[in-house]
């Protein structure tokens, strides 16, 4: 599970099952949490929920839908027949409709530069995976499929099962604990402190008696 880095920028690239992990956390790591909100592709966990109280007001009362974040769909621009039946321009339009139509306008570039601005880290996200990647994994990059569906299609692919992930950590730990090489100090703590992490987060039992 050692991490793929490009000598230059000191990237992980994505390659297969061993450096799932540490890539799919740099990539987290780069986005706002109301994006990753949007494209993560781990299955949303259900909310725990306390029973209401007999005789209370939400007894009964159907439980309120998850709230659910999407992107802005791009505005539609105004039409000039919109406001005028037949008109085919802005000098055809009479002027208290002209007046309308300037409104209408107005409020459209508002929406338009807001969704712009909206657009913008997705997009910044799309090139980063792309460029983090593995040629072959590139084959998974529909253009028309949107940056969730790309990494649910690296996630089925590519990510590990927890009992593969264990085995790995394990044997990297115990690696580690055999001995510290001063002349590789700066690696031995980068690899320690990934392994640490992955311990603490899947909660591994046999590496925390070990400890």
């Not at 987060?201 to 590496?207: C, I, M, T």
Request: net charge positive; glycine share 4%; aromatic share 10%.
């Amino acid at each position: 599970m050692s991490s793929s880095k490009t000598p230059s920028d000191g990237k992980t690239i994505l390659r297969g099952p061993d450096n799932w992990e540490a890539w799919f956390r740099e990539l987290q790591g780069t986005v706002t949490p109301e994006i990753w909100e949007l494209i993560d592709p781990s299955p949303a966990e259900a909310v725990a929920v306390s029973p209401p109280v007999e005789g209370s007001e939400s007894e009964g009362a159907p439980e309120a839908p998850a709230p659910t974040l999407k992107l802005r769909k791009r505005p539609k621009e105004p039409r000039f027949d919109s406001v005028q039946r037949g008109a085919a321009n802005y000098m055809a339009l009479f002027i208290a409709n002209m007046k309308i139509f300037d409104r209408l306008f107005k409020m459209y570039k508002v929406q338009f530069k807001v969704y712009k601005e909206e657009q913008k880290e997705p997009a910044v996200v799309r090139t980063k995976i792309q460029e983090t990647v593995s040629s072959g994994k590139r084959l998974h990059f529909k253009s028309n499929l949107i940056v969730k569906e790309w990494l649910l299609r690296l996630q089925k692919d590519t990510k590990p099962k927890k009992g593969y992930i264990k085995a790995k950590v394990i044997k990297r730990y115990r690696k580690l604990c055999e001995g510290f090489k001063p002349q590789r100090a700066i690696q031995w703590i980068d690899e320690w402190e990934e392994v640490i992490s992955l311990i603490i987060d899947y909660n591994f039992p046999e590496v925390h008696r070990e400890r």
